[in-house]
């Protein structure tokens, strides 16, 4: 069991999303950086989707058994007993010792832990979905005095568990790939080579559910209004005001804004890993070709 | 404009829109909701989610386990072979309201709206059999069409920050129920105390895509 001594902020427990759903309404949710996520699973022996801890802010738990853990996602430290210890690296946690996590400047952290966060599954997964107040830790972000449960072992010695690494790079290019579309016809010519050649800042409204971009505006060539449909994940929105919105893990369903052009599923994750503040760029994938 | 064949739009490189048209149409709706059937009952293991909406199907798949162009290959094919299953049939549900008053706060608006009287905007606003043209916004939340047009007001010029759950609202042509207490900005005229969305449940929404609604008042005012 983990024991939360200082829960942070919408701190809440994500595993690999909640598919299948959406055309009843439900978001995908899950965790903002998926390949984080499965990192820190793989690292402490678990299947690589299991439920973890989504971690923004400053955070304290106890280990109340013997754990194994790994910490990783945005740059942070972490201290166990009072050690500070490396991310992306899995680690014993003796029963009753002190486990500090605080980001270095933002972004989204994953806490992985040998056996998953054991909550109950609500529609096939343990992901929280604060706004409809359901999945994880009855459908709320982490408080003070929360008992986590923790599935049981599959491995013999933690202690020798621990150790192992994952080694990580940071992407040779920073910039953030797109398709065009799936509305790509619904602006002006020049409004893709903006959206890959202007810098754009992550704006203070930025959450699990979308990012607000600011930079150069995106016209679009025809008025009206497109017949709502269904948006995936990443899909860049351009709302009246030509300033783009990013859907993210807990985005909406359906939306009734035309979309310019859409991240690329593996890239989702470096754009969540911005903060508000922070500029990207945009550039195109390998174009796909539609029919 | 109706697409013969529907078009295979790219959403990024784990998505593709099949568009069947780009209006607002029963016939094209049904086929949406009858596709998205013919789909799910093929249970293609790299099939994320299926979306349907009014004239539109998102496909979500997973980019690791299918190649995009395989995906548009397989979803060509088959949109091209005949149905599989029987044509697609709505069921009937009728839902107690309560319109008017502390529950329903834009009613008398509707009938300033309208000129109406409050009894009429509500026998008006029951008299239709509504069809489920998608499920989106929030989870169990159906788009409900179509409104008659005396009382398809516009929506609030500012949204309310808070809508209490089962509210039944009119927003333009559409009405609808808030399955959860949420911001909006919809004409409010009654609510409900079913629920239209409960995780516990199987299946958890109450309203499915392609289903008919009435609303059956539930006192007299």
């Known amino acids: ?291 | 404009m109706i697409y013969a064949p529907p078009r295979l739009v790219p959403a990024g490189d784990a998505a593709i829109l099949i568009e069947f048209a780009d209006e607002i149409d029963d016939a094209i709706n049904d086929r949406v909701h009858a596709c998205a059937q013919t789909l799910r009952a093929q249970n293609h293991p790299a099939v994320r989610d299926l979306i349907p909406a009014y004239a539109s199907l998102l496909v979500c798949f997973d980019p690791e386990q299918i190649a995009f162009a395989k995906m548009r290959v397989w979803l060509r094919q088959a949109l091209d072979a005949p149905p599989t299953r029987a044509p697609f049939a709505p069921r009937r549900i009728e839902i107690p309201t309560r319109y008017g008053g502390a529950e329903g706060p834009d009613l008398a608006f509707l009938a300033e709206f309208s000129g109406l009287t409050e009894r009429q905007v509500v026998e008006l606003h029951a008299s239709v059999e509504y069809r489920v043209y998608l499920i989106g916004f929030a989870p169990g939340f159906a788009y409900l069409g179509s409104v008659p047009d005396a009382i398809a007001a516009p929506r609030l010029a500012t949204p309310r920050t808070r809508v209490p759950v089962g509210s039944v609202g009119i927003a333009g042509k559409q009405t609808g129920i808030y399955p959860l207490e949420s911001p909006g900005g919809w004409r409010i005229i009654g609510r409900t105390t079913w629920h239209l969305f409960d995780p516990a449940c199987e299946p958890p929404a109450l309203l499915q895509p392609g289903d008919r609604v009435r609303f059956a008042p539930l006192s007299a005012l």
């Not at chain 1, 509305?183 to 959206?195: E, G, I, Q, V």
């Open chain 1, 1 to 291: 069991m983990l024991y939360v001594i200082e829960p942070g902020i919408l701190t809440t427990i994500q595993d690999g999303g909640r598919w299948g759903y959406q055309a009843l309404g439900v978001p995908v949710s899950g965790a903002m950086d998926g390949f984080a996520l499965r990192a820190a699973n793989t690292l402490v022996g678990n299947a690589p989707n299991a439920a973890g801890i989504e971690i923004h802010s400053p955070m304290v738990l106890r280990a109340e058994r013997a754990h194994l853990l790994a910490l990783t996602g945005a740059a942070a430290t972490w201290e166990i007993g009072g050690h500070a210890l490396p991310m992306w690296m899995s680690v014993f946690a003796r029963p009753g010792t002190r486990i500090a996590i605080a980001p270095k400047r933002g972004g989204w952290i994953y806490l992985a832990v040998h056996g998953g966060i054991e909550v109950p599954r609500v529609l096939g997964s343990r992901s929280t979905f604060l706004r409809g107040k359901f999945g994880g830790l009855a459908g709320r972000a982490l408080a003070a005095e929360d008992e986590l449960e923790i599935g049981s072992a599959h491995l013999n010695d933690l202690v020798a568990a621990a150790g192992q690494r994952l080694e990580t790079r940071p992407p040779q290019d920073s910039k953030i790939r797109v398709t065009p579309g799936p509305h790509a016809d619904w602006f002006a010519p020049a409004a893709l080579a903006t959206l890959t050649r202007a810098e754009y800042r992550v704006t203070e409204n930025a959450d699990r559910m979308g990012y607000r971009l600011r930079g150069a505006p995106l016209p679009r060539a025809r008025t009206g209004e497109l017949i709502s449909c269904g948006v995936p994940l990443g899909a860049i929105q351009i709302p009246a005001d030509g300033q783009p919105i990013v859907l993210m893990a807990d985005h909406q369903t359906t939306g009734g804004y035309p979309i310019l052009a859409t991240v690329i599923a593996s890239d989702v994750r470096h754009l969540a890993q911005h903060s508000p503040g922070e500029y990207v760029r945009f550039a195109l994938a390998d174009t796909i070709q539609a029919d």
